[in-house]
């Protein structure tokens, strides 16, 4: 892996991690499922007219296609927006620690239902990572953690689990800012449906809500999207997703940070276990290294 392929992972998983926080600013002064419609409708547009000022096509391929409406649904409305809407009761810390169990979810799936094969390095980090997700969630329900949020966080974490099962090998063939726009317009659709629907619809105007706002428009919602698509077009799904391993730490200290959350002791050894887990986890499902193989090559630039 070259210095930039782990410079943009890096890049992309403090953003991505960060996303959490600044959902949990928005929510107390904005309808969770309205203003996240409203943000993908922004980036959306902005991601849309950067595309085409780019010179990038409406012309995606088939599997690109589809890549873009299933994320649209199951990563931009389903998983975001259950979680918005779960982080009017629940910490943005323990939001970022449920969603940090897709790695281990999709490498789950894939050795039981797929017949991917997973190293015994790997089956051990299943166990950590998931004993480190217990821990954390054994010591917030005892403190009254609201159960119905967890739920919504954890069938989340499933849908975005199954879109990136569905939709590997399909991100290739360029035009992945026109990608990344038009799947947040996918979301933002279902999402303004859905708001009416669900939710009582207000904004309270804040100076936080809009700093939070425009931060995750932009950041989160546009920039962390397109690196992410950059980083699997550059060294692969499997070796990408390596860095979903710091999502928990990152997650939970801007949390600690900017929010005031607490971190108990056993909420840092389970952030601790499931790092460790799901870093042997990816680690396991990694390749062996192929003569000529760009993938595997360092190389610059």
């Known amino acids: 892996m070259d210095l930039r392929a782990m410079a943009m992972g890096l890049t992309f998983a403090f953003?991505?991690?960060s996303a959490f926080t600044s959902a949990r600013i928005i929510v107390a002064d904005a309808s969770p499922l309205?203003?996240?419609?409203?943000?993908?409708?922004?980036?959306?547009l902005i991601g849309v007219a950067i595309a085409r000022a780019m010179g990038q096509s409406w012309r995606l391929t088939r599997s690109q296609w589809y890549a873009t409406i299933l994320?649209?649904?199951?990563?931009?409305?389903?998983?975001?927006?259950l979680?918005?809407?779960?982080?009017?009761?629940?910490?943005?810390s323990v939001a970022a620690i449920i969603a940090s169990t897709m790695p281990l979810l999709v490498a789950l799936a894939g050795w039981l239902f797929l017949g991917e094969r997973l190293r015994t390095i790997g089956i051990a980090g299943l166990l950590a990572g998931f004993a480190g997700v217990a821990l954390i969630m054994s010591s917030r329900i005892g403190a009254g953690v609201d159960m119905f949020g967890i739920m919504l966080c954890g069938i989340g974490a499933l849908a975005l689990t199954f879109a990136t099962l569905a939709v590997r090998g399909a991100?290739?063939?360029?035009?992945?800012?026109?990608?990344?726009?038009?799947?947040?317009?996918?979301?933002?659709?279902?999402?303004?449906a859905a708001a009416p629907l669900f939710e009582t619809i207000f904004i309270n105007p804040t100076v936080p809500l809009a700093l939070a706002f425009t931060y995750t428009t932009l950041f989160p919602g546009l920039l962390a999207t397109l690196i992410w698509f950059l980083l699997l077009d550059r060294i692969g799904a499997t070796r990408a997703a390596t860095f979903h391993f710091l999502n928990p730490v990152f997650g939970v200290t801007i949390a600690a940070i900017l929010l005031g959350e607490k971190l108990g002791p056993l909420d840092a050894v389970g952030v601790a276990t499931t790092t460790l887990g799901i870093l042997a986890v990816q680690l396991a499902r990694q390749p062996a290294p192929k003569p000529g193989d760009p993938r595997t090559s360092t190389r610059g630039g």
């Open 83 to 92: 979680n918005f809407y779960a982080m009017q009761t629940i910490e943005a």
């Open 171 to 192: 991100t290739s063939g360029g035009n992945f800012m026109m990608v990344v726009g038009l799947q947040m317009l996918v979301g933002s659709g279902v999402l303004f």
């Open 34 to 44: 309205f203003s996240l419609a409203l943000r993908f409708l922004i980036s959306g």
């Open 71 to 81: 994320f649209g649904i199951c990563q931009n409305a389903l998983y975001l927006g």
């Open 15 to 17: 953003i991505w991690s």
